[in-house]
């Protein structure tokens, strides 16, 4: 395929999902970047019906991590590295996104919002949607309650964002899932 290279198209093009992130917190000029980016996807009939939370506190995913563990078992490979990563694989900050209804096309484009212009900044991401087993489970609602979330409200993806502490390499992507129709 011949394509044509720009800043935005690179930076698509060289982001990958990354699992073992650097202790350092985030700076919040790059938080801002990525959160305001997040709320600038488009959404169907512009409801914006996503709302994302934002946590940063160590103790807090560790509890997280082990109430979705509890819920999952601990030996249960409900998601990539579970033998030696936590759910939230050691981000510092992580963010979880609800919806007022079933908006996940909405939550998808937020995300891909969120994770590209994390990468054109130098922040890696990893799309996290095991944990919505806990999360949109009975014993996630003193979660959305302590995130202020409306009952209602479905959790739909989590992005934990960081300094990358690896470089995978790209995957094979499956062109013949490509077809032109005349």
């Not at 009952?151 to 032109?180: C, H, Q, T």
Request: include cysteine; charged fraction near 30%; proline fraction near 5%.
């Amino acid at each position: 395929m011949n394509i044509i290279h720009n800043e935005t198209v690179d930076n698509i093009l060289k982001r990958r999902t990354v699992r073992e992130f650097k202790k350092e917190q985030i700076k919040q000029d790059e938080l801002d970047t990525i959160l305001t980016c997040g709320l600038w996807a488009p959404s169907a009939r512009n409801l914006q019906p996503c709302h994302i939370r934002v946590v940063q506190s160590k103790e807090m995913l560790d509890e997280i991590n082990k109430d979705f563990k509890d819920l999952v078992g601990w030996d249960t490979p409900a998601y990539t590295r579970w033998d030696k990563n936590p759910v939230y694989q050691n981000a510092p900050t992580v963010l979880f996104i609800y919806a007022e209804a079933d908006s996940a096309t909405d939550c998808g484009l937020m995300t891909e919002n969120i994770a590209i212009s994390a990468e054109s900044i130098g922040l890696a991401t990893c799309i996290i949607g095991s944990i919505g087993a806990l999360m949109n489970h009975e014993n996630g609602r003193r979660w959305k309650e302590r995130m202020n979330i409306n009952p209602d409200w479905r959790f739909l993806i989590a992005v934990a964002v960081g300094y990358p502490d690896e470089s995978p390499e790209p995957k094979e992507r499956a062109e013949d899932r490509l077809e032109y129709v005349r």
